[in-house]
């Protein structure tokens, strides 16, 4: 006498993620067409990519809201490094760095692990990142700010 399992409920579908391409499109209509650690415009014979801000190995998600345009040679050259040590080599090495638009995209990745949870790994790292970015941006009044 064998005894069946019934069906398992269907798991419901989620939405298709961007390809490689759409999200480049879309980082960089969002971003503008600069590296975000060296300034270079991208195109022709500056490719750009699309670089998670907290990288995976980190646990960093595959969102939208974690990735930033860069030029090849930096996502190659920064590896896993923390996205604030990355800037502060690129300032030491004279490169006209983005630091407003690296706030943002950490502000923006909050604001969507807020909106979608999980990232249990991500969530200390990034916040770490966040404190350290804080710490080293002008502390005028302009209306832009890295809230914790």
């Known amino acids: 006498m064998s005894r069946r399992r019934p069906p398992a409920p ?7 993620q961007p ?3 759409e999200r480049l499109t879309e980082v960089l209509e969002r971003d503008g ?8 415009v991208l195109g022709g014979l500056v490719p750009p990519t699309t670089e998670h801000v907290v990288p ?3 646990g960093g998600p595959s969102w939208l809201a974690n ?12 590896g896993h490094r923390a996205p604030v040590d990355w800037l502060e080599e ?4 004279g490169w006209r760095t983005d630091a407003d638009r690296l706030a943002r995209a950490l502000d923006a990745l ?20 966040r404190r350290r970015l804080r710490r080293r941006l002008p ?4 209306g832009r700010t890295v809230a914790s």
Request: aromatic share 4%.
């Open 10 to 16: 269907p798991v419901p579908a989620r939405p298709r």
């Open 110 to 129: 909050q604001a969507a692990i807020d909106r979608e949870g999980g990232q249990r790994r991500a969530r200390p790292y990034l916040d770490a990142q």
């Open 90 to 93: 690129c300032e030491r090495r």
């Open 33 to 40: 067409d600069t590296c975000i650690w060296c300034g270079r």
């Open 19 to 21: 390809g490689r391409a």
């Open 67 to 78: 990735e930033v345009a860069a030029c090849r040679r930096c996502n190659a050259e920064r």
């Open 139 to 142: 502390s005028s009044g302009e």
């Open 56 to 58: 995976r190995l980190k």
